[in-house]
């Protein structure tokens, strides 16, 4: 079961929540980055990482037993955030694409490098599936 809280009176967050109540058996998802199940970077592009590396926290949750929706937090970790805001478009549709029109809390913070040299994003997860 999870809930969305939004505090009265606070202007609705587009893309997220505030927060989420949640109960259940917790996953914790270790830093995911846009290589396939080969640990093998198939693009250098910045949506396509993001794609790949939502997609392996898909799989990771799933191997838990749970869904997309039982996501509650993603802190994404990102080495260019200018490069992020000119993309949010396509990034929102390979987004609903991998997690459909589940929003869970969220994070993220541009860093100024990542231990893989070739990944664009990094993105580490809670989930809360189900009893």
Do not use: C
């Amino acid at each position: 079961m999870h809930e969305i809280l939004q505090p009265e009176g606070w202007a609705a967050p587009k893309g997220y929540a505030n927060g989420v109540a949640a109960r259940g058996r917790m996953v914790f998802v270790g830093g995911q980055i846009g290589w396939n199940a080969d640990a093998v970077f198939e693009t250098d592009d910045l949506v396509a990482q993001i794609r790949q590396t939502l997609l392996n926290v898909v799989a990771i949750v799933a191997r838990a037993g749970g869904r997309p929706e039982d996501v509650t937090t993603l802190t994404w970790y990102l080495l260019d955030k200018r490069e992020y805001l000119a993309r949010s478009r396509e990034i929102g549709q390979v987004y609903r694409e991998v997690l459909g029109r589940h929003f869970p809390a969220m994070a993220a913070v541009q860093v100024s490098g990542l231990i893989e040299e070739r990944a664009k994003v990094e993105i580490q997860a809670i989930a809360v599936v189900g009893d």
